[in-house]
């Protein structure tokens, strides 16, 4: 059964740099990628990027300066990285399967200022 | 990038209804059309695939459909387990790229 979990730090201060994990079960990073999803309060859905099977990377070109996504297959986690965080980061952020057929339950991160 | 021009962007319906929202493609993207609800406080869930295949376990009350660019999702007979958003994305091109959503309320 294919599953991924989120974790990382609630609350983040502005300018500095959030640290989420993607930990999945019931497949291997070196078979399939896995998206980065995130969600405003009351808004929609943005796709932010995704590490492949081989380990490439692509990005959204809005966030690409900022943002770094990386893995370690042998614990079977994805790791994003964005910097220079602002309070328009706050977020639910959702880490997915390629074919966004399976999702995790969210990790909410809220910006201060 | 590929713009999704999704509507409406709120919707109220009586339980029976038929509803249908609809996401509009800037450019072609073949049936390359997925389908999401996500019920308040959950993660997404994909519904439709490839622009017209049913996820299984969903009801078949849910279809998909395409006319040109414009894409629809239509539920045939609504219920209230129905309330939701739903959100369109095309994934024919990176960056991937979703509509703005539409809130689906029971009148």
């Known amino acids: 059964q294919v599953q991924l979990k989120e974790s990382g730090p609630v609350l983040v201060q502005a300018s500095e740099t959030l640290s989420l994990t993607c930990t999945v079960s019931?497949?291997?990073?070196?078979?399939?990628?896995v998206i980065w999803v995130r969600q405003p309060p009351g808004k929609g859905l943005e796709w932010m990027g995704i590490i492949w099977r081989n380990g490439n990377t692509d990005y959204n070109s809005a966030l690409k300066s900022r943002l770094s996504i990386n893995r370690d297959t042998s614990k079977s986690q994805v790791f994003l990285k964005m910097n220079s965080l602002q309070t328009d980061d706050t977020a639910i952020y959702y880490c997915?399967?390629?074919?966004?057929?399976?999702w995790g339950q969210g990790a909410s991160v809220t910006v201060s200022s | 990038d590929i713009q999704m021009t999704q509507s409406p962007s709120s919707l109220s319906a009586s339980l029976g209804d038929r509803v249908t929202i609809t996401c509009r493609a800037s450019q072609d993207i073949g049936n390359y059309l997925t389908w999401f609800q996500q019920k308040p406080g959950k993660s997404p869930r994909r519904m439709i695939y490839g622009a017209t295949n049913l996820e299984d376990g969903v009801p078949s009350r849910f279809s998909g459909s395409r006319s040109g660019s414009d894409y629809s999702l239509t539920i045939s007979s609504l219920e209230s387990e129905d309330v939701a958003d739903y959100h369109c994305?095309?994934?024919?091109?990176?960056?991937?790229?979703f509509g703005s959503g539409t809130k689906l309320e029971i009148k």
């Open positions: 997915t399967t390629p074919l966004m057929d399976a």
């Open positions: 994305l095309q994934s024919i091109q990176y960056p991937l790229t």
């Open positions: 019931g497949f291997s990073l070196t078979n399939y990628g």
